[in-house]
């Protein structure tokens, strides 16, 4: 007969396992999509002053730089072209197009187990961004990235349980040609990960042969257009309240394709938009209703998120400051914008201005993130390992930020409160001849799965144990795990054939 003490320790060791494998999706505590909602900065009349002065923007003071398809298209809608070039929004061209704008839409992925439902108060966490480098944590160094970069973060997102989506986090710096970088970056990301990919285009041009490279990955134009799997980042502004020519004339062409588009607004308070934070919010909300009515213009109820993207700006250096208190809450009032119109929306969270994956990230990351998911973001986009205010990626803080987002999301889910959580029972056991204490009774083992979630990395051993394990360093395991889960195949790789059909049809610069 085992001892006792063998008994306890193999129960333990039993629970460590449990805990340490995949759970079925009926007892995750948490997972894509919860409602969040809860945290709202503006009240309910100050979010109809913002949308009031959103309005009123729109219609005295438009915007400039439509290119000619852009301003046939708007006027044609209601809008009204100036003598000074700038297109103006009466209020019933804004209010028609709320109307029969898509207030519900699903991003897909390649592969179904990774669709998204945006609506109401649904939070989505993933990457995103444009950054030129790659941050070196051995030799605390900053070098450009490459489109295997791109590739590789791919491939651990696919990985990751808790990054949703994978938005382009950095550019190809090592593809010179504009259209090669755009077509390259589609391939890298689609090969590395069946979540759903968003890409921005450089020009409308290069539009159509990435859409004939879909086209190919999907099976056809009409699987395609079934389930797009990839959709545009279009930065269609220039804050303030222009028109990007090009990234409209991109928009445009990706609508008619049928690719969903995020319109993003990110203007930098105190420098592109106003210094304040409502005044930033009412500049952005006003530029994607403008969006909004050019896409809805092209095509009613065309899948479009209103990318509210506003940027925290320190005013003593005028560097952005995206780890701020202040981008916490653009972020957050923006949500409460999106719900409001009942649009699926998007904005930034989770980036930090620190160098490195150190204290100063982990407090920016986690002050971000926690409450854009508690303001209900649809799509919380930069969201793990963005750096350098928006300067850097990095590989380990995508895998630390994996740990993050699980914790951020457990308060997303918030408490439950039930006669069975309320826990009165438990309590009478426990202290009427019970115990005295609460572990391993019936209703916490029960429980220790489906509401409690248990980091991968981090460290929640004693001092003792710590030191007995060898100090074991945090980004030392984040690397350990890069490398582990680089070694592996990629589970979206394209067939053979189909790969082939590929690179012999545009210029691939990934290796095999």
Not at 128 to 146: H, I, P
Not at 362 to 379: D, R, Y
């Amino acid at each position: 007969m085992s001892s006792p003490s063998a008994r306890r320790s193999g129960g333990r060791a039993a629970r460590k396992a449990l805990r340490a494998g995949p759970l079925s999706d009926d007892i995750r505590p948490i997972r894509p999509g919860m409602e969040g909602g809860t945290f709202r900065p503006l009240s309910d009349a100050e979010i109809l002053r913002i949308h009031n002065a959103a309005l009123e923007a729109l219609e005295t003071i438009g915007l400039a730089d439509a290119p000619p398809s852009g301003v046939e298209i708007l006027t044609k809608a209601g809008a009204i072209l100036g003598d000074d070039g700038r297109l103006r929004f009466p209020r019933s061209v804004v209010e028609d197009t709320l109307a029969i704008a898509a207030k519900s839409i699903s991003l897909h992925g390649r592969d179904p187990r990774n669709d998204m439902k945006l609506s109401g108060n649904c939070v989505h966490y993933g990457t995103a961004g444009a950054a030129v480098s790659m941050v070196d944590v051995d030799g605390r160094n900053y070098r450009d990235s490459t489109v295997q970069d791109l590739h590789d973060a791919a491939r651990i997102a696919d990985q990751l349980e808790n990054i949703h989506f994978l938005q382009r986090p950095m550019v190809c710096r090592d593809i010179a040609d504009n259209c090669e970088m755009d077509l390259n970056s589609i391939y890298a990301c689609c090969s590395g990960t069946t979540k759903h990919v968003g890409v921005s285009f450089t020009e409308p041009g290069f539009v159509k042969p990435a859409i004939e490279m879909l086209h190919m990955i999907a099976g056809g134009e009409d699987k395609w257009r079934e389930r797009p799997f990839v959709s545009n980042s279009n930065c269609f502004v220039v804050p303030p309240m222009k028109f990007a020519t090009e990234s409209c004339e991109v928009m445009e062409e990706c609508v008619r394709a049928g690719m969903p588009v995020l319109l993003l607004s990110a203007g930098m308070a105190g420098a592109t938009a106003p210094s304040t934070v409502a005044g930033a919010i009412v500049q952005a909300t006003a530029e994607c209703l403008a969006g909004l009515v050019y896409v809805n213009a092209i095509k009613p109820g065309h899948p479009a998120i209103m990318g509210t993207w506003p940027l925290g700006l320190d005013l003593r250096t005028g560097a952005m400051s995206v780890g701020s208190g202040e981008q916490a809450l653009l972020t957050s009032g923006c949500a409460q914008m999106h719900h409001f119109y009942g649009l699926p929306g998007g904005a930034a969270a989770g980036a930090s201005d620190a160098k490195l994956p150190d204290m100063q990230a982990g407090w920016e990351q986690m002050c971000s993130n926690v409450t854009a998911g508690l303001a209900g973001v649809n799509m919380v986009y930069e969201a793990a390992g963005m750096h350098a205010s928006l300067l850097g990626f990095c590989f380990e803080s995508l895998i630390l930020g994996d740990d993050l987002i699980g914790q951020a999301q457990r308060v997303v889910r918030g408490i439950e409160v039930t006669d069975e959580t309320l826990a009165l029972d438990q309590i009478a056991s426990v202290c009427l001849g019970g115990p005295g204490h609460y572990l391993g009774t019936a209703q916490t083992l029960s429980r220790m799965q489906a509401d409690y979630v248990y980091p991968k990395l981090g460290d929640r051993t004693s001092p003792k144990e710590w030191a007995e394990n060898g100090k074991p360093d945090l980004i030392a395991n984040a690397t350990a795990r890069k490398i582990e889960m680089l070694a592996k195949p990629s589970q979206a790789a394209f067939d053979p054939q189909l790969d082939a059909q590929i690179r012999t049809a545009f210029n691939i610069h990934l290796k095999r």
